[in-house]
């Protein structure tokens, strides 16, 4: 397994706080992405990098915004959540072929 | 451009045959397959590239029609492990941004 670790895993916070999530790799893989996942709607592309301080958006990119500033971290966050993004979030390697995902992360926003 | 996926849920009995299908408006340049258990990050199942080839996983296997932009996933003589929800991801142009459809929750019975 790819060594992808997210944190936190859980997290409840109040509409209108920041909120950072956190991606770290240890398989040196170029690509790396963030998910969303809601009942109904499958995972959805948020963002996506391709390299350090390289990154692109996805399908439901406002109100969000990434960072990565070394190989093994990238990072999402929320400027000012709102209840909408209440969800549960994945972050993904890319290996040679396949995407590799994390545990997740649960986000609740009150 | 998130792919389109039927159908939506199937429930089976252990030894029956299922297929998952996924679609694409635009030319696909690869069709991932991945397979998620209730609590628990998706985990890949296999890769088709162009050209059509067809490749398979244990009693899992898959085909991809380039021209259609559709492929389909057969699940042959289904086991009660095979319960869960399958996600096809879909590249466009080699762009390396995976796109999901919203799953096909499959539930096999004794």
């Known amino acids: 397994d790819a060594g992808i670790t997210q944190s936190p895993r859980h997290k409840v916070t109040e509409t209108g706080t920041p909120v950072t999530l956190r991606c770290h790799q240890t398989?040196?893989?170029?690509?790396m992405y963030w998910y969303r996942q809601d009942p109904g709607h499958g995972l959805r592309l948020i963002h996506y990098?391709?390299?350090?301080?390289?990154?692109d958006k996805g399908e439901v990119s406002d109100g969000y915004s990434v960072s990565r500033s070394k190989t093994e971290d990238f990072l999402l966050t929320l400027e000012s959540a709102t209840s909408s993004q209440t969800s549960v979030y994945f972050c993904a390697t890319r290996g040679p072929g396949e995407l590799f995902f994390g545990e997740g992360s649960r986000l609740t926003v009150l | 451009q998130q792919p389109v996926q039927s159908p939506q849920a199937v429930i089976l009995r252990e030894g029956e045959d299922a297929v998952i299908n996924c679609s694409s408006s635009k030319a696909l340049y690869s069709v991932h397959w991945y397979r998620q258990k209730h609590g628990e990050a998706p985990v890949f199942l296999m890769i088709l590239l162009k050209g059509g080839e067809q490749k398979g996983h244990e009693k899992i296997s898959a085909s991809f029609n380039e021209k259609k932009q559709q492929s389909s996933l057969y699940l042959t003589a289904s086991q009660l492990s095979y319960s869960g929800t399958y996600f096809c991801g879909t590249e466009i142009g080699g762009g390396n941004d995976m796109r999901f459809g919203a799953g096909t929750r499959l539930t096999v019975k004794p």
């Open positions: 398989e040196n893989h170029r690509y």
């Open positions: 990098s391709y390299g350090v301080k390289d990154t």
